[in-house]
């Protein structure tokens, strides 16, 4: 299983672009890189998902060079409410029981 | 739309008691899962159950035992209680067990163990 390895956290002003970047250079051929966002006292919420290029949806872009060893999670324009715990998660055709969720990147919003 | 409901989101145990947490979701998924987070760490899978009648061991299962009553309902029990098992629960589902199936999660039920 790929290991990941992301900051443990930063900071950011409102209004900024964010970039969290995730290294995974075991990454196998079927695996996919999948973000999810915590909240405190929530459970992880599903943010984006990808295999390889770029990924765009409503909240995030998610980047993937060609060698696929590592991946970037961009933030558009952060606010106040984007303070939380951004998890980088890299699996594939074993199934969702073979995620491993590590501890994270904690960002914080600075006003 | 409720999702993914856990009861109790609160409890206090002595050691050595034992409780089921519940697990209920509304969205017709296949799979079911259920973790602990410890402070300060990411989530460990303590069982699945990649479809109805099937329940596996995941990371980390001793203490625990599972039950898939349904579709809709995965419970967590804990036959006696100990304070290493004090932790914050998160249940969760996906369509399948498949990793283009996102995992939805509910809110948690905080336990302690005292």
């Known amino acids: 299983l790929a290991k990941t390895t992301q900051p443990i956290s930063m900071d950011s002003y409102e209004g900024q672009e964010v970039n969290i970047t995730c290294s995974h250079n075991n990454i196998a051929t079927n695996d996919y890189i999948t973000w999810y966002q915590q909240f405190p006292s929530q459970g992880p919420r599903f943010i984006i998902q990808?295999?390889?290029t770029k990924v765009t949806n409503e909240v995030a872009s998610l980047f993937i060079p060609a060698d696929r060893k590592s991946s970037t999670l961009s933030l558009p324009r952060v606010s106040l409410s984007d303070t939380a715990v951004y998890y980088c998660l890299v699996g594939g055709g074993f199934g969702n029981e073979k995620l491993t969720f590590g501890t994270g990147t904690r960002l914080t919003i600075i006003p | 739309n409720a999702g993914v409901t856990q009861t109790p989101k609160f409890q206090v145990l002595k050691t050595g008691q034992s409780m089921t947490l519940q697990c209920a979701q509304d969205?017709?998924?296949?799979?079911m899962y259920w973790y602990r987070q410890d402070p300060g760490m990411g989530l460990r899978l303590i069982y699945y159950?990649?479809?109805?009648?099937?329940?596996d061991k995941g990371e980390v299962p001793n203490g625990y035992n599972v039950s898939r009553l349904n579709k809709r309902e995965f419970s967590l029990r804990l036959e006696s209680a100990a304070p290493s098992q004090t932790s914050v629960y998160f249940c969760a589902s996906s369509t399948d067990r498949g990793i283009n199936s996102p995992l939805h999660f509910g809110n948690g039920t905080r336990l302690t163990v005292t």
């Open positions: 969205m017709n998924h296949n799979s």
């Open positions: 159950s990649a479809s109805e009648g099937t329940t």
């Open positions: 990808g295999y390889k």
